[in-house]
């Protein structure tokens, strides 16, 4: 397995690296944020550990600019701040799991194993609800066989609420996850989105699979 550490303190880079190595890891060193994305197009690593602080370019702006770029390698942050809102942001920022500085070296190799291993089985990566799926690489979505044309926000609706398949999601909810607000704008944002990924996916079809639950929010599930 190849991993990528991206952190400036050197000595940290170094323990990290040695630890790694000693568990048969391949391990590349980056000490800025300047490099990842050509790294990363270069070479392909089966797990990212970003730091957050760096100089140049921070750890979650590269996070940002990989996933635009549809890049789906695992990343691990790291952060020394660790408060509720940087792991939130941390994760919405397209990130699969999150250490706070310091930690402990044996919990930093079991998490990049978990997510080395996660990254091998979710090559296909692909959502289905009845006969609508949404391939989360290509984003792809299709109905009954026929392309659905979403722009990139109609994308992350869909994909949270087939992620969400048979829970209620709220519209602060949706608010979070898709527009990455912590507020509510006091706009009908969410339903306008509603309303447009719904025209896309059940206008024409039938069962229809977005179902909204008066006053509390959005369901999408094939109800039987
Ligand atoms: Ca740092």
Not at 131 to 153: C, F, N, Q, S
Not at 210 to 220: C, D, K, N, S, V
Request: some cysteine; hydrophobic content about 40%; proline content about 3%.
């Amino acid at each position: 397995m190849r991993v990528l550490v991206v952190e400036d303190e050197k000595k940290t880079a170094s323990f990290v690296r040695k630890a790694l190595q000693a568990e048969g890891f391949a391990v590349d060193v980056l000490h800025a944020g300047d490099g990842v994305l050509t790294a990363l197009q270069t070479t392909p690593f089966d797990v990212l550990v970003l730091d957050i602080m760096l100089p140049g370019r921070d750890g979650l702006s590269a996070l940002r600019q990989l996933r635009e770029n549809k890049n789906v390698t695992p990343v691990l942050l790291l952060s020394a701040r660790g408060g509720v809102n940087e792991r939130v942001e941390g994760l919405n920022a397209g990130a699969d799991d999150y250490l706070p500085k310091p930690f402990e070296l044996a919990e930093l190799i079991a998490r990049v194993r978990a997510l080395g291993r996660r990254g091998g089985e979710n090559k296909s990566t692909v959502l289905r609800v009845a006969d609508l799926t949404l391939d989360t690489l290509t984003r792809l979505a299709k109905r009954g066989g026929a392309e659905i044309e979403l722009t990139a926000r109609e994308y992350r609706l869909l994909e949270f609420l087939m992620r969400s398949t048979g829970r209620l999601c709220g519209r602060m909810t949706i608010l979070e996850k898709v527009w990455d607000y912590d507020f509510d704008p006091g706009t009908n944002l969410v339903d306008v989105y509603i309303r447009r990924v719904r025209e896309k996916i059940d206008a024409k079809f039938e069962p229809k699979l977005l179902h909204t639950i008066r006053g509390a929010g959005y369901i999408l599930e094939e109800q039987r």
